[in-house]
């Protein structure tokens, strides 16, 4: 999708060019993944919390 956006704009994309945006596309779906990690971890941790907080009362 952005090597097609690119050559709309008139942007002529070489062998580094293509590398590059193959490492960046590899970043940001390791950022997303990592991103994904921490929010079940977040939730897995409000989970424990709630249950600690259940049986405490009880």
């Given at each position: 999708m952005k090597h097609k956006f690119?050559?709309?704009l008139g942007i002529?994309?070489?062998d580094s060019t293509n590398e590059l945006l193959k490492q960046f596309?590899?970043?940001g779906f390791?950022?997303?993944v990592s991103d994904n990690r921490?929010?079940?971890k977040e939730?897995?941790?409000q989970e424990?919390?709630?249950k600690i907080e259940k049986k405490?009362?009880?």
């Open positions: 690119l050559k709309d002529d994309i070489d596309d590899l970043n390791m950022d997303e921490l929010k079940e939730e897995k941790v424990l919390k709630e405490d009362k009880e």
